[in-house]
């Protein structure tokens, strides 16, 4: 069992920055892959990174060259440096781990 805090969300204007983590309890951090979804009010989750055990990253279209992520094992957290940020980007932001555990989300709003 693993359990995901989020945190740093917040409101950004369009083309601010922000950094969101994602803190894991547990001994096994290290051998999860680690994902970040984002919801955006009455559309599907939609996975914007992912990182693997051993970093390797994977990003779509849509995010690529302005979003980040990282992780810690000695931390046991992932982050995700969000930049250039637009208001389509406004979303419920969830951390997963391994495609099975689930964080509480944190909202990200991008408005003037």
């Known amino acids: 069992q693993v359990q995901l805090v989020e945190s740093g969300g917040g409101l950004v204007q369009p083309g601010g920055s922000l950094r969101l983590s994602c803190s894991a309890s547990g001994s096994s951090f290290s051998s999860y892959t680690m994902l970040w979804y984002c919801q955006a009010p009455g559309k599907q989750r939609e996975l914007v990174a992912r990182?693997?055990?051993?970093?390797?990253?994977y990003y779509p279209p849509s995010v690529k060259g302005r979003f980040t992520i990282s992780r810690d094992n000695d931390k046991n957290t992932v982050y995700l440096q969000m930049s250039s940020l637009k208001p389509e980007d406004t979303a419920v932001y969830y951390c997963?781990?391994?495609?099975?555990?689930w964080g509480q989300g944190t909202l990200v709003t991008v408005s003037e």
């Open positions: 997963n781990a391994d495609g099975v555990y």
């Open positions: 990182i693997g055990v051993d970093s390797t990253t």
